[in-house]
């Protein structure tokens, strides 16, 4: 039987920041309970979990480098461990970028940029998916990028990285439907986040204008798309990529 939406839990891989962050304070707005994943940003996770807990959920965090089996398996042992229920919710947030031409781009960029968004989300879906078949219900939501859609002049490996993202979503979903678990990805355009902290005021400014909305994305409103994807009565939306992107791309 499927928990009543309150009493779920939820994984959230990359929530120390960002949209990571804001994914994990709107799922604490209805008071689930959270696993919230970093790597290093030890402070910045237990502030995230600070606020969560002021909002009336549970919280766990776990630090573990989601390219690594060995790590994710700790990951899910710690979660047993500590009394926290397999997650009903996971959100493959975590993801690295790279700008720079592909000349340029070395190996060692190239395996960390892939390894971190498309291996990660594939070791972690694989972990944690068991569970939900079982339970005949889950949802499994990841973060992706227009870029992976469309493509990047001087992001080519994080442009790959998300289009296999999405395509790794829609075989998933074809796979995990009879089951009762949703697969499906989100593809922003440009957020106000930290990730584009790598372009002058100058590049942004010309960016936001290309957007018909005339603005990047603020972080809760990829969150409530998020959240709403994780809602039981989104059960029928599977193997979509949905592009949040203000009209830039229709």
């Not at 995230?48 to 002021?54: D, L, N």
């Not at 776990?62 to 042992?77: A, G, H, L, N, P």
């Not at 395509?167 to 074809?174: D, I, S």
């Not at 990829?222 to 994780?230: C, M, T």
Request: proline share 3%; charged share 20%; aromatic share 8%.
């Amino acid at each position: 039987m499927t928990k009543a939406f309150p009493e779920q839990t939820v994984l959230i891989t990359g929530a120390s920041r960002g949209i990571g962050a804001a994914i994990a304070e709107r799922f604490a707005s209805a008071r689930l309970t959270l696993i919230l994943h970093y790597l290093h940003s030890h402070e910045a996770a237990n502030e995230v979990a600070r606020r969560c807990v002021e909002r009336g959920s549970r919280v766990l965090t776990v630090s573990c480098d989601i390219r690594s089996r060995e790590q994710v398996q700790q990951m899910k042992d710690k979660i047993a461990s500590h009394g926290f229920q397999a997650p009903d919710v996971l959100v493959n947030n975590a993801g690295v970028s790279h700008y720079g031409l592909l000349s340029d781009l070395k190996d060692e960029d190239w395996d960390r940029v892939m390894d971190t968004n498309l291996r990660g989300a594939y070791l972690t879906t694989q972990l944690f998916m068991d569970e939900m078949i079982r339970n005949k219900y889950g949802r499994i939501i990841n973060v992706s990028s227009i870029w992976g859609m469309a493509g990047a002049s001087c992001e080519v490996a994080y442009s790959a990285a998300k289009g296999g993202l999405n395509a790794f979503t829609k075989a998933l979903a074809k796979e995990l439907a009879p089951s009762g678990v949703t697969v499906n990805a989100v593809a922003p355009g440009p957020v106000d986040t930290e990730m584009m902290g790598g372009f002058s005021a100058e590049e942004k400014l010309a960016i936001a204008q290309e957007i018909p909305a005339g603005r990047f994305a603020q972080p809760d409103e990829i969150a409530s798309l998020i959240y709403y994807l994780s809602l039981p009565e989104s059960g029928y939306i599977t193997g979509q990529i949905v592009s949040a992107n203000g009209g830039w791309m229709t």
